[in-house]
């Protein structure tokens, strides 16, 4: 650690002794005036130091909570020294190509960061007038994306994905593939691991590596056996380096955070412990503001040129879209990437399914001089007709496919070609936005043309017709 | 600015903490909590001790810090200067604030909400010597192009004029004018006052519920309208297009004003309204949206206390403009984000919870805020509206949570985003079946005046049709669409090309984004129309298939884009030509 913050924090009191340690939470009495939110060191009997925060202040007593939990901690023998400021990470542009734990100290064996540069991983809230609106589209190569729910560079998109689905590989792909059209720019992908096997940050790292960017990705790895409450501070000290790439060092940031549900399994868990009142399914009042905290750190600065994309991987219990997680996730964010497993089981990559996802940005990244000319009618088209064919397949698993018209074998079919040619591909296939446009006309020729009523005249006669 | 201190930190919980020590102190009294002067507002008195929540990050805070008392209720300042300003959820003008602090918004800034420096041009119309009741109008400041502002006496004032100011340029803080109380007291009034965001202002009479308040969107103003001075909800799960309907409204509806609150929602929706709105053209007055809205932006990331007080600040405001005469409309996204606060904000002070976690008073903040609307005539002797458009995000888009059933009781006219219909990409994605208008059976006769005694028989020939269709569609579902007769079958086409020609529409088309009343009367009366000579010709022996493949049925799909709104010579064509294909079909069959 930097001799400076060293020395500051010896010059804190340090107290002899906790009153009460209850899971990852400790209760110290008699304390001179502490500040909320202020960082500890707790000091066990061994002198291991463990980092941990202030959560409630009084005249009487300071509640706190140790990232790396409390096993071994024991009343007499705990040591605590309250630091007189929050939790800060020292951020520079090196600690790209570095891997370090939930807290931002390294654990690649390499040496300490150092850096002038000391930020609360807090943050703070952008103010809205500075927020530059993202408009910039992102070419992800990958169709069921780009044509039909827009990556806009600063948007905030979360896949919503279920245990055994392929999120993982999907937001490797994207982070590979990533690319603004005609522009070559400085990037980097900050990459946050919470409660995640070890496999899949492995996963995560080959990946990068096979693709030779590892040396742009800085990895903050809180894993599935380390204390699920530094869990907590993962996100915020990943985002914190983010915010120092984006708007300080001018770079184009893609953070990917996984898996958001753990995240929000600690804030439950310290929740309960400090005897909160619970709202839904056991999860604070409060998990909106905070999961709000985390997710409108992204974005555009108004005169700085970096921007801040944020990709949150959560998997939904029970694959139920109006859990907490994914609900309040869903009212955050601007839109989200819907995972479905029926698709995954008949074989599709990427299993988007079409009707539930939805990109917010969409509609101002995307047509003439950005995409193609064609680009938004087209999207709409698709998406009215595949949400007809939801219908017919309704419809025709009750009277049986001879019943149905012959329209609505049309349509039939068209659901098919769309789910087979237009929204899968192979784990590497990077398709630009024309042949992503292109198939999408392609799958609907199927329909005869009196059915596309949101298309114009002229995209019928250039694009339909050829 | 402050230094008169009313007690000392006790305990730090997030934004609520606990005051120990107070001498003097008073019920919501602003306050301002150690030495970075975090805003706060005092919520509860005990004894010695206090509870206030802050309106800031409170990082930092210890025991002991000082806490200083205001002296006053936690205020807006009202004047000429609010419009076409953003601000944040206590009214702090955000890009006065980033001009301080940069990109983020530091702790503990204090900017006036008012310009102090700029002069306005004020105008006298009361005289020295008048009598002059509290909300009568001292004279007026042309704030925009469009907005005339009425400067008025604070509503808890009246007495007799000792003097006023000549026409000339003023400032907010300089003296307009001196009144002698009945009390014998010498006041001085200015351009600005203030006003505590939790009193309702006084009017002097509440007036029936007769205009609409035109919104230009076609299922709205034409199926389930709003009353100008009414209340709406809009309900619906995330992706549903809340904030595009409210958008929509906030753009093209004919209030005077509209006050915008974004309120625990995306930064970058704010950002998007501000980029927006400028570039927009008002369709009656051909000037820029901006010169008739007020932003109040407390975004997600913003302290959650300050969303709780942003509902009440803009509501202040709204009721200011009102009772200068003016029609205001106020967008509320979202009132559930405001409910969530109250809910934290209770679970810190550890009251004893209702459902979900909500505090028990809950429903009373609700009727207290919608009740706060209302068409009135203001204490200047003027009419003026005060509507409420407040957007609902129910948890797992599940109507049946307290928020939702809660504001249904105390509103009146109701919205339901359907999650089928924004999946389909059916925008606006408001429901035909589950939404309602209580305001329409006041409003008929306006109608009838604007577009004529057809249209009521056309919107209730149509509704009555979307009902059977949902009877018929679960015949459908069972036995498949070929087993119901081409008169029922003729039905569920009505219904699709009402759904595609009418009720869903284009925010981003130039054409399609607002449609008069005059158009969306006309346009209802061609599909009624449709259906009528249609079913006639059923009757006579036409079939589906000619009625469907007619040339004048792809005219009626693409009518909403293809004739404009101040030309509807379009719209007149195509009847025509609907009447002469119908005629030609009855002579066929004939």
């Not at chain 2, 087993?483 to 086409?493: G, H, K, N, S, V």
């Amino acid at each position: 650690m930097p001799d400076a913050k060293n020395s500051r924090l010896l010059s804190g009191r340090e107290y002899v002794g906790v009153d009460k340690i209850d899971g990852p939470l400790i209760f110290i009495r008699k304390t001179h005036p502490v500040g909320y939110r202020e960082l500890i060191e707790c000091v066990d009997k061994d002198g291991h130091v463990r980092l941990g925060i202030v959560l409630e202040s009084s005249t009487t007593a300071v509640v706190a909570q140790v990232f790396e939990g409390t096993s071994g901690l024991t009343l007499p023998g705990t040591r605590v020294r309250f630091s007189g400021e929050p939790l800060t990470l020292s951020v520079s542009k090196e600690m790209l190509g570095r891997v370090f734990d939930g807290l931002g100290r390294p654990i690649d064996g390499g040496p300490a960061q150092r850096s002038d540069v000391e930020q609360d991983v807090n943050g703070m809230a952008i103010n809205p007038t500075s927020r530059q609106y993202p408009r910039d589209f992102v070419q992800t190569g990958i169709s069921a994306i780009d044509g039909m729910n827009t990556l806009i560079r600063g948007q905030k998109l979360p896949i919503f994905s279920g245990n055994g689905l392929p999120h993982n590989e999907l937001a490797a792909q994207i982070a590979r593939q990533a690319k603004i059209r005609g522009t070559a720019t400085e990037f980097a992908v900050v990459f946050a691991a919470m409660g995640v096997k070890h496999d899949v940050a492995q996963f995560f790292v080959r990946s990068f590596e096979e693709s030779g960017v590892l040396d742009n990705v800085a990895l903050f790895l809180s894993l599935a056996d380390d204390p699920s409450i530094e869990r907590l501070i993962t996100p915020r000290t990943a985002l914190t380096l983010a915010e120092h790439l984006a708007f300080t060092e001018d770079m184009h940031v893609l953070v990917i955070m996984t898996d958001m549900t753990n995240y929000c399994e600690s804030l439950r868990e310290i929740s309960t412990i400090r005897g909160e009142i619970p709202s839904r399914k056991g999860y604070p009042g409060y998990l909106y503001s905070d999961l709000a905290e985390l997710y409108e750190r992204s974005g555009m600065i108004k005169g700085r040129k970096g921007s801040i994309t944020l990709l949150p991987i959560l998997t939904m219990p029970n694959d139920d879209i109006s859990h907490p997680v994914p609900d309040l996730t869903g009212y955050i964010t601007e839109g989200q990437i819907v995972f479905e497993r029926e698709m995954d089981g008949r074989g599709i990559y990427p299993p988007v399914a079409g009707l539930p996802s939805l990109s917010r940005l969409m509609k101002d990244g995307i047509g003439e001089g950005m995409t193609r000319e064609d680009h938004p009618h087209l999207a709409s088209q698709l998406f009215a007709a595949y949400s007809y064919v939801k219908d017919v397949r309704n419809l025709a698993s009750v009277i049986g496919e001879e019943e149905l018209t012959p329209l609505d074998h049309n349509y039939l079919e068209f659901g098919k070609l769309f789910e087979q040619k237009f929204v899968s591909q192979r784990k590497d296939e990077d398709r630009s936005i024309e042949q992503t446009l292109d198939l999408g006309w392609e799958v609907l020729r199927t329909l005869p043309v009196e059915e596309l009523h949101r298309v114009t005249d002229e995209e019928i006669e250039k694009y339909y017709g050829g | 600015m402050i230094d008169r201190i009313i007690g000392r930190v006790k305990r730090v919980n997030g934004p609520v903490i606990e005051v120990m020590g107070i001498t003097d102190a008073e019920m919501f009294e602003l306050v301002r909590v150690g030495e970075a002067n975090l805003i706060g507002e005092l919520i509860k008195l005990e004894k010695d001790s206090a509870i206030v929540q802050v309106y800031e990050d409170t990082t930092g805070i210890a025991p002991h810090d000082p806490v200083y008392g205001a002296g006053m209720q936690l205020s807006v300042e009202l004047g000429p200067g609010m419009i076409g300003t953003i601000y944040d959820g206590i009214q702090r003008p955000l890009e006065a604030i980033r001009a301080i602090s940069e990109i983020f918004i530091q702790r503990g800034i204090s900017v006036p909400s008012l310009d102090r420096k700029k002069k306005w041009h004020f105008v006298p119309t009361a005289r020295a010597g008048d009598r002059l009741a509290g909300g009568t109008i001292l004279g007026t400041v042309q704030e925009t192009p469009n907005l005339l502002h009425r400067i008025l006496v604070p509503p808890t004032d009246q007495g007799v004029l000792e003097s006023i100011v000549p026409e000339g340029d003023y400032t907010v803080e300089e003296t307009i004018a001196v009144l002698k109380t009945d009390e014998g007291k010498t006041k001085d009034l200015f351009l600005m006052q203030r006003w505590p965001i939790r009193v309702q202002r006084p009017t002097s009479k509440r007036l029936p519920l007769e205009t609409p308040l035109i919104t230009g969107q076609r299922v709205i103003d034409a199926l389930f309208p709003v009353a100008k001075g009414g209340t709406v909800s809009i309900p619906g799960g995330f992706g549903t297009g809340k904030t595009m309907t409210q958008q929509a409204v906030a753009k093209w509806c004919d209030a005077d004003l509209i006050v915008y609150i974004g309120c625990g929602e995306r930064g970058n929706e704010i950002t998007d309204v501000l980029m927006e709105f400028p570039e927009l053209i008002d369709p009656r007055t051909g000037r820029s949206l901006m010169e008739r809205t007020i932003l109040i932006a407390n975004t997600s990331n913003m302290p959650v206390s300050a969303r709780e007080a942003s509902i009440y600040t803009g509501i202040t405001m709204a009721e200011y403009f009102r009772d200068q005469g003016y029609h205001v409309a106020i967008m509320a996204d979202s009132t559930s984000r405001w409910a969530e606060a109250l809910r934290e904000l209770s679970g810190r002070m550890e009251e004893m919870p209702a459902e979900e976690g909500f505090p028990a008073y809950l429903p009373t903040k609700i009727a207290e805020f919608y009740e706060r609307a209302g068409s009135m005539e203001a204490l200047c002797g003027r009419n003026g509206s005060v509507s409420i458009i407040g957007a609902v995000s129910p948890p797992g888009g599940d109507f049946s949570e307290p928020v939702t059933q809660h504001t249904k009781r105390f509103i009146r006219c109701f919205w339901a985003l359907d999650r089928h219909l924004a999946n389909a990409r059916h925008y606006p994605a408001i429901s035909w079946l589950d939404s309602y208008s209580e305001y329409l059976s006041g409003m008929t006769g306006w109608w009838e005046q604007e577009v004529g005694p057809q249209w009521f028989a056309d919107r209730t020939e149509i509704m009555e049709l979307l009902h059977r269709e949902v009877r018929l569609q679960q015949v459908v579902k069972l036995v498949g669409p070929d087993a119901l007769p081409d008169t029922q079958r003729f039905i569920l086409e009505v219904c699709t090309l009402f759904k595609n020609a009418f009720l869903q529409q284009n925010a981003y088309d130039q054409i399609d984004a607002y449609s008069t009343v005059q158009k969306q009367a006309k346009m209802m009366h061609i599909i009624a129309l449709y259906w009528q000579r249609g079913s006639e010709a059923l009757k006579n022996g036409a079939t589906l298939m000619q009625l469907k493949k007619m040339k004048v049925y792809q005219d009626i799909i693409k009518m909403k884009f293809s004739v404009p709104n101040d030309d509807l010579s379009g719209l007149d064509k195509i009847e025509a030509r609907l009447e002469r294909a119908m005629d030609q079909m009855e002579a066929l069959h004939a």
